[in-house]
Structure formats: structure tokens, C-alpha cells
């Protein structure tokens, strides 16, 4: 089993930023991929970013240019640096992750979940 745990939400006003960490704990040793996901209010989950160990990351449209996902292996942690946010930005953000590096573009999401922090846009 595989421990998420994420922190770096809050509210913010739009324009500004955020930076998102996840520290992964458990089996990590066979996590090939992690990820951010998004779900506002009456919305479906999304992906927002994702990478795998290779270090390739997959993006939806909406935040190309604004967001960037990273990782630090030797921490098992990965980040969600987001700029330029947006109210439509709002929304618990989930930390992901998967033993397969393919599901950095799978819209299903992955193995294993936190429990969310929330990012809040003023406008």
C-alpha cells in the first residue's frame, strides 16, 4: 500500500500562486507515475498534471503555461507549482499515484489517492 499526503492549499487571490506537495510513503518502490487531480463543486474529477519516473508529464489544456508538476524521487514527494491562478482554478485538489507510468494520460485516474487539499481563487 501506498500513503499520500498533500499540503500547500489555502486561499489565494487570482493572479497569485500556489505550490502543492504530496509526500508518498508505504511501497513507493513500485510507483512509476504520479499526478494531480481536481474535482469543483458539481464537477467530474479531473487530471490537471501528471508525471512518471522517466520524468514525462502530461498537462490539461486549461492550465498549460500557468501550472508545473515536478518530482523529487529521493523525497518521494511530487509538486504542483500553479501560477496565474484563476477563480475557475477552485477546486480539493487529490494527489495520485499508479505503478504504471502510462497512467500520467489516463483520464480514470490511478491506484492510489489522498484525501485532498482545498485551492480556493478569490476574484
Known amino acids: 500500500q501506498v500513503q499520500l499526503v498533500e499540503s500547500g492549499g489555502g486561499l489565494v487571490p487570482a493572479g497569485g500562486s500556489l505550490r502543492l506537495s504530496c509526500v508518498a510513503s508505504g511501497s513507493v518502490f513500485g510507483i512509476n507515475a504520479m499526478g494531480w487531480y481536481r474535482q469543483a463543486p458539481g464537477k467530474v474529477r479531473e487530471l490537471v498534471a501528471a508525471?512518471?519516473?522517466?520524468?514525462?508529464?502530461n498537462y490539461v489544456d486549461s492550465v498549460k503555461g500557468r501550472f508545473t508538476v515536478s518530482s523529487d524521487n529521493a523525497k518521494n514527494t511530487v509538486y504542483l507549482q500553479m501560477n496565474s491562478l484563476k477563480p475557475e482554478d477552485t477546486a480539493v485538489y487529490y494527489c495520485?499515484?499508479?505503478?504504471?507510468?502510462?497512467?500520467?494520460?489516463?483520464?480514470?485516474?490511478?491506484?492510489?489517492w489522498g484525501k485532498g487539499t482545498l485551492v480556493t481563487v478569490s476574484s
Open positions: 495520485a499515484a499508479d505503478p504504471e507510468s502510462s497512467t500520467i494520460y489516463s483520464l480514470y485516474g490511478m491506484d492510489y
Open positions: 508525471i512518471d519516473s522517466s520524468g514525462s508529464t
